[in-house]
């Protein structure tokens, strides 16, 4: 970003440390996506061995 746009960037957003709060962000959202991945994956309860359908 151009060195002139900063001042007005941080009066439009309220955040002076954009790349902090980008990191901040980015951490939020792959912990989000890790607990909602591992919570898809069957527990080791669940795995009583191979289905049977029919």
């Known amino acids: ?3 002139q746009f900063i001042p007005s960037a941080i ?3 309220s955040v002076s440390n954009r790349i902090g709060v980008n990191n901040a962000n980015i951490g939020t959202t792959l912990q989000r996506l890790k ?3 591992e919570s898809l994956q069957p ?3 669940d795995s009583s061995g191979p289905r049977q359908v029919g």
């Open 1 to 3: 970003m151009p060195l």
């Open 11 to 13: 009066l439009i957003t």
């Open 35 to 37: 607990y909602h991945l």
């Open 43 to 45: 527990s080791a309860a």
